[in-house]
């Protein structure tokens, strides 16, 4: 069983900065990549950005130059820096890992957090 833990959202003005976390716990032996997606308000989920276990990012056009991604492989821990937050910011973000299970057939499975709320208004 594997379990991501999302925290940090919550209410920022148009501007301002946040900080997200994602802890992810239980039976795997490595995480390959991991992300964050949004879902607003009568909008499907998108991509916000995503890193891979070698460190290689990528960032929805909305958000680059913006917001940064960055893993702790050591913490099992995803990271997501949301500066100069625009109202369109506001969602649900979820954290994503894809979890590998080594054996002689290994096996990766996409796993979802609960989901953190970030608004961004005045």
């Known amino acids: 069983q594997v379990q991501l833990v999302e925290s940090g959202g919550g209410l920022v003005q148009p501007g301002g900065s946040l900080g997200l976390s994602c802890v992810v716990s239980g039976r795997f032996d490595s995480i390959r990549a991991m992300g964050w997606y949004r879902q607003a308000p009568g909008k499907q989920r998108e991509l916000v950005a995503s890193v891979t276990s070698g460190g290689s990012t990528n960032y929805a056009d909305s958000v680059k130059g913006r917001f940064t991604i960055s893993r702790d492989n050591a913490k099992n821990t995803v990271y997501l820096q949301m500066n100069s937050l625009k109202r369109e910011g506001t969602a649900v973000y979820y954290c994503?890992?894809?979890?590998?299970?080594?054996?002689?057939?290994?096996?990766?499975?996409?796993?979802w957090g609960q989901g953190t709320n970030v608004a961004v208004a005045s």
């Open positions: 994503n890992a894809n979890v590998l299970r080594a054996g002689l057939v290994p096996y990766a499975y996409d796993y």
